[in-house]
């Protein structure tokens, strides 16, 4: 027992004046400047703990060494195993013969002959690391020399080879990846793909992080048989309350494949730039009050639909339509007024040109929100939008609307009854600059105002049994139109333009007013609750009356169900039937199957608008949109979709595949078929892909979930003629 603590003191005392050493063990020997400890040592030095058969210390070299069966804890993220080790107190060097280190967190093990540290760096010489089991991994990585840093958690291989099980796949001279998730530069993942006709594909991200408040990210690309080009995003946060984003790119298409596919343009480029401010006055006007003031920004532009079908391998993540919108909105909220400002551009791909596309430039928001006086019984409040709405040629309207409800409200018979009274108060002006070339004349500057009433009656019912809860609703809303009147534009195409069938035409483009009638509103829901308060049943079936016209007695009526079948099947169903077509304007359906292995929707939407068809217009939508997914075990998962258009005869999109999942690999198979638009001399039409897609992931150096590397194998594809 002396001896044990003799050496503890001795350590402490020689191998270093400013670290702290305890040694533990069973036996110990002293020769010379040798201090020998057998049997059971331990040590402890720092945030090291360390384990073996026997250590040697020598007092005049200041070396401790340990052999056999060395175990190494250090920090409590890294397990070192090894037979020989030797450490220096003073020079702070450490030394592993064979060298194995497991990384916990990550779960990456690293072998090789020698491993050798000092301060945070870790030198490994000769070895393999993969995040698999040891034994028999499924992929490795043998390098000739790494470089490992504790601190900042990256680890560098030279000469790499990476092996799935033996078989030789990839070899570089140098590979960096880091071993935990913090942001730092370098490359992300490559994707690679081939197809018939654009050739090999292969992009190469880049991430740039320098700083914690903003990154970015360049995509360079090639596609041999068509071209080359770059995309990148640059992300910021400019204050605990902002953020924003600038994407743009170009692509550069080959001479030959122009020609062969016709295309109109033979560059493709566009940017969007997207940011939100949730405290614009205190953030840049340093003013601090109560009020919200607020800005969003979402400005986008191409020169056509190619430009977001080439920003990806798989154009099934990117949304491709013929037009864009960007907004710009800004509001000031201060509890009692809102204050409120709008821009919207649209941009129409398929047109040569934009002159004539309608634009709301900008659009003027004031809301005082809802009041009361006489103790809650009467409400009151005023909404003004002012829309400029504006085009480079023809018309353009300055338009005003004015809306002012007075409501009065009470309750009767112990609140079992609700009424209510609305005088709904309107008003639009217009007026007109521009030329007109629609037809002969100039549309004259007028207003449109109005009054209608509104008296609604409402209850609601709530009686609880042993097993369930149900709620009963019934409502009632009579609304009279009242007067109205209207001068200049309004009072020369009210007639024509109320006719459903002059919607279209182009002198009814700024009229936007819906027609007032005298109609009843019958109201009715239900709600059907379980035990554990959870909604079973929801239904309810709205009817309008109108009981001023004898043609046409009553509106559409509206049915929506939602039922909960079981703890795993749901059925949804909204409806509208027209009884003037005689025939559902509507008809949504829906079914659901959700557990823990499964997981199926299948939809149907049909619509009828009921207006008259024409070469650029269809009035009919029928759609049927499927999904499918089901989860095996902790391995294996399975998914299928399918989006078809029924009115056209058209499959629209479908996708079949898999994804087997491990510890440290995923690997994935997608068979696509997409529809996606281009542009092309003389007509707009579409391409009919079909990809073959390959995801690996090898984890943790693809990261988990997304972080895969995509082959993508696009078929031979159709082009469509719209």
Known sequence: MRKFFFLLLFCALFLHAKEKVEIYATSITAQGDSVVASDEVIVVYGTYFLSAKRALYNKQTGDLELFENIRANYNGEYKLLGSYAKINIAKKERLFQPFYMLEKKSEVWLSGDTGYALENDLDIKAGITSGCDPIDPLWKIEFSSSEYNTESKWLNLYNARLYLYDIPLIYTPYFGYPLDKTRRTGLLLPAFGISGSEGFYYEQPFYIAEQNW??????????????????????????PLSKGTLQAGYFKEKRSYVAENELINDKHYGFNFEYENKDVAGGWFGVSDDAQTGLYIDINNMNDVDYINLSSNDTTQTVTATQILSRINGFYNGGENYF?????????????????????????????????????????????????????????????????????????????????YTAQLYAQHSKFSGNEEVKSGEYDNGYYARNYHELKASTQLTKGFDTFTHVLGFGA????????????????????????????????????????????????????????????????????????????????????????????????????????????????????????????????????????????YTPYTSYITSTLRYTYDEHYSYHAGMNYDYENREKKSSEIGFMYKKRCWDFGLRYVENVRPVLRTGDTSSIYDRYLYISVVLKPLMGSGGGASDFAMRLPEKLKEN
Not at 590 to 614: P, V
């Open 214 to 239: 903003w990154d970015a990210e360049f995509k360079p690309q090639i596609r041999t048989l068509r071209g080359e080009g770059l995309y990148g995003a640059f992300r910021f946060v400019d204050s």
């Open 340 to 420: 409120g400002t709008y821009f919207k551009y649209y941009k129409d791909l398929t047109l040569e040109s934009n002159e004539n596309t309608l634009q709301k430039l900008p659009t003027l928001h004031y809301h005082s929100y809802l009041d009361t006086l006489l103790e809650d019984h009467f409400l009151y409040n005023v909404d003004i939008q002012s829309n400029n709405i504006y085009r480079e040629i023809n018309k353009k309207v300055l338009q005003t609307d004015i809306s002012v409800p007075l409501t009065l409200q009470t309750a009767l018979f112990d609140e079992y009854l609700q009424l209510a």
């Open 477 to 616: 809303t009579l609304t009279s139109k009242g007067d109205d009147t209207q001068t200049g534009y309004y009072e020369e195409y009210e007639a024509f333009c109320s006719l459903k069938e002059n919607q279209m035409n182009p002198q009814c483009e700024f009229y936007t007013l819906s027609d007032i009638e005298d109609v009843v509103k019958l109201d009715f829901s239900q709600y059907f609750y379980d035990e554990a308060a959870k909604q079973r049943v929801y239904h309810r079936v709205a009817q309008n009356i109108d009981y001023n016209k004898e043609s046409n007695e009553l509106g559409e009526l509206e049915n929506e169900l939602d039922v909960q079948l079981t703890d795993t099947i749901s059925y949804y169903n909204n409806l509208f039937y027209n009884y003037d077509e005689k025939a559902f304007s509507k008809i949504f359906n829906q079914i659901a199957y959700r557990d823990g292995s499964w997981n199926f929707s299948l939809s149907h939407l049909y619509r009828d608008t009921f207006l008259e068809e024409t070469p650029t």
